[in-house]
């Protein structure tokens, strides 16, 4: 059973572009988390969706940050307009019921 | 005041000690407390997790919970050079829901 799987590992992009961040679940895993981790600090969450559904979203920046995780295909978390600050480590957890998330290898974002 | 406090370390013990890592807590309605690992540039890996109040085993992992003290702990025995990484604690109220995680604690063990 492969993992989490996250894409790409490694973005570059320049202020004021899009980053697209992908994150397939686990197999037979519903529930999907979206975490930032900055530099010298702990896992932030974000965002938990379901299929096709928003769940909580009490960890997003009010401006620039959406996700989605559609029917079919992997959730995105979308950075608009990206700034300096949004440099950081995204890890995405998937979990098949309850309180055990499994997480992906992170996609590391650098805003240059 | 942060919800979770973990010890940032680095923490360095010697090959074959037992290595003693904790989190307190403020939020009462906690119930669900884990323990990930990460390496350097990886993403966090579950090692245990634990409901309530009490002891968890797995190997050479020891859980501990003590929901009186909002104190939990992990325990690592016969350390090894490959236990070398940073760990974390995490923890949320409830089925389907956010982690609050630890800052993490960095842990070396030494030859």
């Known amino acids: 059973n492969a993992g989490v799987m996250q894409n790409p590992r490694h973005l570059v992009r320049r202020r004021g572009q899009e980053a697209r961040l992908r994150c397939s679940p686990m197999?037979?895993?519903?529930?999907v988390y979206w975490y930032r981790q900055l530099p010298e600090e702990g896992l932030k969450f974000m965002v938990y969706?379901?299929?096709?559904?928003?769940?909580?979203e009490s960890g997003m920046p009010k401006e620039r940050f959406s996700a989605e995780f559609p029917k079919e295909g992997p959730s995105i978390l979308r950075i608009q307009q990206v700034v300096r600050g949004d440099s950081a480590a995204y890890f995405c957890?998937?979990?098949?019921?309850?309180?055990?998330?499994?997480f992906g290898p992170g996609t590391r974002l650098t805003v240059t | 005041q942060k919800e979770v406090e973990q010890d940032p370390g680095p923490l360095s013990v010697p090959e074959g000690a037992i290595v003693s890592l904790n989190c307190t807590y403020s939020?009462?309605?906690?119930?669900?407390f884990m323990w990930y690992r990460q390496y350097s540039r990886k993403g966090p890996e579950l090692l245990m997790y634990?409901?309530?109040?009490g002891n968890k085993e797995d190997g050479r992992f020891t859980a501990q919970v003590d929901k009186s003290s909002k104190y939990i702990s992990l325990f690592i025995r016969d350390s090894q050079p490959s236990d070398s990484a940073t760990y974390l604690c995490?923890?949320?109220?409830?089925?389907?829901?956010?982690?609050?995680f630890g800052t993490g604690t960095r842990l070396q063990v030494t030859l």
């Open positions: 957890a998937s979990s098949p019921v309850a309180y055990e998330q499994y």
């Open positions: 197999k037979g895993h519903s529930h």
């Open positions: 969706l379901q299929k096709e559904n928003i769940i909580d």
């Open positions: 939020n009462s309605a906690f119930q669900y």
């Open positions: 634990t409901y309530s109040s």
């Open positions: 995490a923890m949320n109220t409830g089925t389907a829901s956010k982690l609050t």
